[in-house]
């Protein structure tokens, strides 16, 4: 992971220095190939955007990995010299509590739903190499949260479990970083792109992480209203998303914030969603854009962008 992350921040850095320094002939060169469009009018090569998306989805639990060997051993013998007979001898009840024990750091739960919503706000770096391919790189920040309702964990005596909260949430944040590239055609007022990005987020969590891969295909009609240019456009999201989250949770047992250990691994419940947006062309440089995707899956873009 931290690889991919380093290859990210040093190509990131390397187009804004070249873009910086050489701002003026890629304007001039770029894009290449510019026969292809054929005539059409295209757009200034290069772009700098900001970028703010939500997004509210289900997700599937692969796996939820609990540590409660933080349980006070008082709370654990108390439960476990509940269940036993009268006069039980102290030395069998310590091989119970101990048995009971040896499973609090191994346990695994199951939950009805997960549920993630988070935000992300990212500066985008992009550039038409050619007349039909955008290249471009992202970088931000995102903060999150992921619920589990429903919450049961195996392996435990009934009373035990009982002292578990059936929900938590987990909330979390951190630098995203990544990649993508966009394919383009158009005839006359009529256009269609297919975008394809990879992201991933080092959360702060743990060694919790989110990748993200992504292909939104998109069609839409162009036109003037008012003396400004826009378009209008639908389409749909595919999204692999893989969450991983560890860290520690305090659960409240029997009135004690009790520290417990997890491993969530989760990813995207359903793949697709669909969505319907709208572009604003201010200027020749400036744009503005929203987007709104639903479904199973419910989110809202918002897009300020430059070109030169």
């Known amino acids: 992971m931290s690889k991919i992350k380093y290859i990210l921040m040093a190509a990131a850095f390397a187009v804004a220095s070249n873009t910086s320094a050489q701002a003026g002939s890629l304007s001039d060169s770029l894009p290449l190939g510019k026969s292809l469009a054929a005539g059409h009018e295209l757009p200034l090569p290069l772009g700098i955007s900001a970028n703010v998306f939500f997004m509210e989805q289900d997700m599937t639990a692969q796996s939820i990995g609990l540590d409660a060997s933080k349980i006070p051993p008082s709370v654990v013998g108390l439960l476990v010299g509940s269940q036993m007979p009268p006069n039980t001898p102290l030395a069998q009840i310590q091989a119970a509590v101990a048995g009971l ?112 891969f992504v292909i939104s295909p998109r069609i839409g009609i162009t036109g003037d209203l008012g003396g400004l240019s826009g378009a209008l456009y639908v389409g749909a999201m595919y999204q692999d998303v893989d969450e991983q989250q560890n860290g520690t949770v305090k659960f409240p047992i029997m009135g004690m914030p009790v520290p417990v250990g997890y491993d969530v691994i989760s990813e995207a419940e359903e793949k697709w969603n669909y969505l319907i947006g709208a572009n604003l062309k201010a200027s020749e440089s400036w744009n503005y854009g929203i987007e709104v995707g639903f479904s199973d899956r419910t989110h809202v873009m918002a897009t300020l962008n430059y070109r030169f």
Request: hydrophobic share 40%; proline share 5%.
């Open 101 to 212: 024990t040896s499973v609090l750091p191994n346990l695994q739960a199951t939950a009805d739903k997960l549920e993630s919503r988070a935000t992300s706000t990212t500066a985008k770096i992009d550039a038409w190499v050619l007349p039909f391919l955008n290249v471009y790189g992202v970088a931000g920040h995102v903060d999150g949260e992921t619920t589990a309702s429903g919450f049961s964990v195996g392996g435990l005596p009934p009373e035990l479990a009982s002292l578990l909260p059936n929900s938590f949430a987990i909330s979390y944040s951190g630098p995203v970083y990544g990649v993508g590239v966009t394919l383009a055609a158009g005839h006359n007022q009529f256009f269609a792109s297919l975008d394809a990005n990879y992201t991933e987020s080092d959360l702060d969590i743990g060694d919790s992480t989110i990748e993200a």
